[in-house]
């Protein structure tokens, strides 16, 4: 009898197992699962791995996760799809894929900061700058839309035109070639749903750079939807944007479609700017399976009014320099990028990741001093395994990435002077030259959980790296050709993080990483390959905490952290087209990092956000020599050139019922030594922007979003970006400085058609 009741019970509690629909949680902006989610209802369960759970239909249940707003709701008879929206306030509990090993970034031994969809849409939507400076740690300075560099941490601060020593990814794709350049400023900013950027030499996953890295995620399509978006952006000295994007997911298959223009007259002169883009990305997913394939293509062209002497500065700020006026200099260029990628669950424990990528860049730029043309074609391939520990919350992981890409170029006169108010003429060809650029990075990472609380990570990464340069111009006898390898760099890494309490959490760590020179750094003034050059190389040492207040209404992050940089090397500025590099000495990057954010009101009528951010840099010469006219010059003690000691911004983000929205934000940039002996300064500058916007439901499946902007409220006069250590030619005076905008307006009008 006893049995016979025992088994009715088991078959009807199986029956009503079976009997109950399932649900799907997955994140709102990347259409990832949320693990570990609390649903509260008839029952209280957990969502497991994939982000399922079971409900009792047509029951009211509560949900509530880590790092997302609270969501109830009514259930269905049927499964449910439910995506929960991040909270501004707490990012730092999301889980990021973007470690080797996922892991939620409050736990992770390291600094990270996540920009969200929402920081990304509201910010200015023609230039990245206000939102990376908005970074403790980062500082972006935009000479103009085509001209652009990072900086972190102060790595790269001595790159001339661009951002180097800094490793980027869109998606997969390597945005950094073979030289160790990086080029972001192409990517349009209505593509990119989330970056994540990495500070310090802390991603062995990604090559152990001294700098950091930047990981740019394209925008996600929401499940089981179509739509039809269309966005236009008119604003101050000609600007015009217009966006066209189709969006599909059906049965497991997502679609994504985008075009996007953008083109503008310029504050200065020579300063014109068109760039067209295309976007599509494609996603399959299968029971263990999932493809994604992405390509994205730029077509670009921007007058180059170059940087001005103080002079000029001063009191023509939107005049072009002198010699690139005359020239009419200007870059156009194309560029694909290629994408592919795998991911196959062999079993809940053991999943591989696969990424095949491609990019082709083809560009002609005319200087006044001469007319360069270049080709680059790369392809790479990445791969990784991450296996769990039977029984234990282990994991390990292994990858290796391998890309090659051959750079061709060639320069030629430009004889402008010979032919006045006709623009760059080309004359004869002055050089032709090729380069093959390959690296390979091995890497291993193992995160270890000896206790709930304790959280151990171990990585390592193995590069290696190879230059192969042929001189093929063949009008004259000379002949530079060389070959060049760097020794194989093994660059360890040690974290660990301790959950004091729900909410807090402190991290230490240990970090190695290293910088290759540059093309133009491996060469001497003559052309020829130089055998003594040597990468740059530093160890990093960090401490902080993060977490959030109690209520959750506050969220903080806090870093102390000192990288000592060996073999610095300087670009020196030997001719108006040449450099050529050295390695100087080392240099001590001292710092301090704090991020607030919080949630300082909160009714059912309006709520009121609030971001606050500090970074100081103590950034020293620790051992610095260089010779000039034959005379030894020590800058041992004096600030790093071109990095300001403080940055901080300061943002308020309010969302009212009736669908406005308003944004107000400041930042405030330090004073920067432009010279080594530090004999010259930057003035610092503060700007602020005011923004406001409208979202009415007026009808079902037509969202409208009509927004104005204003930069630089109070119209400061300011240099955007340095020249560092800029010298004068013939009887011209420095150029140290790119001007500014002024005060400058937009209006936004963007209508998404839900198909």
């Known amino acids: 009898m006893k049995k016979s009741i025992l088994i009715i019970l088991l078959l009807f509690t199986s029956a009503q197992l079976y009997a109950q629909p399932q649900g799907l949680l997955l994140d709102q902006i990347n259409q990832t699962p949320i693990k570990g989610a609390y649903i509260f209802g008839i029952d209280t369960v957990q969502t497991n791995d994939q982000g399922l759970f079971f409900y009792h239909p047509n029951s009211e249940i509560l949900i509530q996760s880590m790092g997302y707003q609270d969501l109830r709701m009514m259930t269905l008879d049927s499964a449910l799809i439910i995506f929960l929206i991040p909270n501004p306030v707490l990012l730092e509990a999301i889980t990021v894929n973007d470690f080797g090993i996922p892991q939620r970034n409050q ?3 390291g600094a990270i900061t996540q920009l969200s969809s929402q920081e990304i849409s509201t910010s200015d939507p023609t230039l990245m700058t206000a939102l990376f400076n908005q970074v403790p ?15 972190m941490r102060g790595v790269g601060s001595r790159a001339a035109f661009a951002t180097k020593k800094i490793r980027a990814y869109y998606q997969d794709i390597p945005l950094t070639n073979g030289s160790g350049e990086t080029t972001i400023e192409d990517i349009d900013l209505n593509t990119i749903g989330t970056i994540e950027i990495l500070k310090g030499p802390n991603a062995s996953i990604y090559g152990s750079g001294l700098g950091g890295t930047l990981i740019l995620r394209p925008k996600k399509t ?22 066209l994007t189709y969006a599909l997911d059906r049965n497991k298959k997502s679609t994504r479609i985008s075009f996007n223009r953008q083109q503008s007259d310029g504050y200065r002169d020579n300063n014109t700017f068109k760039r067209n883009t295309f976007f599509a990305t494609s996603s399959t997913g299968k029971l263990k399976d999932t493809f994604n394939f992405l390509i994205y293509f730029v077509n670009q062209y921007a007058g180059i009014p170059s940087s001005l002497s103080e002079t000029d500065y001063q009191n023509e700020p939107t005049k072009a320099a002198f010699t690139w006026d005359q020239s009419q200099g200007f870059e156009d260029y194309d560029k694909l990028l290629l994408g592919s990628s795998w991911t196959h669950s062999y079993h809940p424990g053991l999943t591989q990741h696969v990424s095949l990528f491609s990019s082709f860049n083809q560009s002609f730029e005319a200087r006044p001093f001469n007319i360069l043309e270049d080709q680059i074609y790369g392809i790479g391939l990445r791969t990784r395994i991450i296996k ?21 170029w060639k320069t030629s006169e430009n004889l402008y002077a010979d032919f006045p108010n006709s623009g760059s003429i080309q004359g004869q060809y002055l050089s032709d030259n090729e380069e093959i650029r390959r690296y390979c990075n091995v890497f291993l990472e193992v995160n270890l959980k000896p206790l709930t609380s ?5 990585g390592l990464n193995l590069n290696q790296t190879f ?6 111009y063949d009008l004259d006898s000379l002949d530079q050709s060389g070959n060049y390898q760097f ?18 959490t402190h991290f230490a760590l240990m970090s190695h990483g290293f910088s290759p020179p540059s093309l133009e750094e491996t060469l001497t003034p003559e052309g020829t390959i130089n055998p003594d050059i040597r990468p740059e190389t530093g160890w990093n040492y960090e401490w902080g905490m993060k977490g959030h207040s109690w209520d959750k209404k506050l969220m903080y992050s806090f870093s102390i952290y000192q990288m000592n940089i060996r073999d610095l090397l300087v670009s020196r500025r030997t001719a108006e087209d040449q450099y050529t590099g050295i390695n100087a000495g080392s240099t001590r990057h001292r710092g301090i990092e704090l991020s607030l954010k919080s949630r300082l009101i909160q009714t059912l009528n309006f709520t009121l956000t609030q971001n606050l951010n500090y970074n ?24 790093l050139t071109g990095i300001p000691a403080n940055q901080f911004s300061l943002s308020f983000h309010g969302d009212f019922k009736e669908s406005l929205y308003t944004q107000l934000s400041y930042q405030y940039i330090d004073r920067m030594p432009l010279t080594d002996d530090n004999s010259r300064y930057s003035t610092s500058y503060q700007i602020t922007s005011w923004q406001i916007g409208w979202q009415p439901k007026i009808f079902m499946k037509i969202n409208l979003d009509l927004s104005y902007r204003i930069n630089n409220l109070f119209d400061e006069k300011y240099a955007s970006m340095h020249q560092i250590n800029a010298r004068a030619f013939g009887s011209g005076s420095p150029r140290y400085f790119y001007p500014g905008l002024p005060r400058n307006h937009m209006i936004s009008l963007k209508i998404k058609f839900e198909l």
């Open 107 to 109: 736990i992770y031994p």
């Open 388 to 408: 769990k520990i039977n029984k234990t919350q282990h994991q390990i992981m292994a990858g290796i990435e391998t890309y090659r890409d051959t750079y061709h």
């Open 454 to 458: 304790l959280n151990i990570d171990f």
């Open 467 to 472: 230059y192969i340069y042929t001189d093929t």
């Open 222 to 243: 929401v499940l089981t939807s179509q739509s039809l978006s269309t966005a236009v952006t008119v604003g101050s000295f000609g600007l015009l944007r217009n966006s």
């Open 616 to 639: 100081h840099a103590a950034y020293k010469f620790k051992e610095f020599k260089e010779e000039f006219e034959n005379e030894e010059l020590s800058y041992d003690g004096n600030a």
């Open 487 to 504: 020794q194989a760099r093994y660059s360890p890494r040690i974290g660990i993080s301790h959950t004091v309490r729900p909410g807090l």
């Open 137 to 151: 740690g980062v500082f972006m300075q935009s000479g103009a839309l085509n001209t652009n560099k990072i900086t």
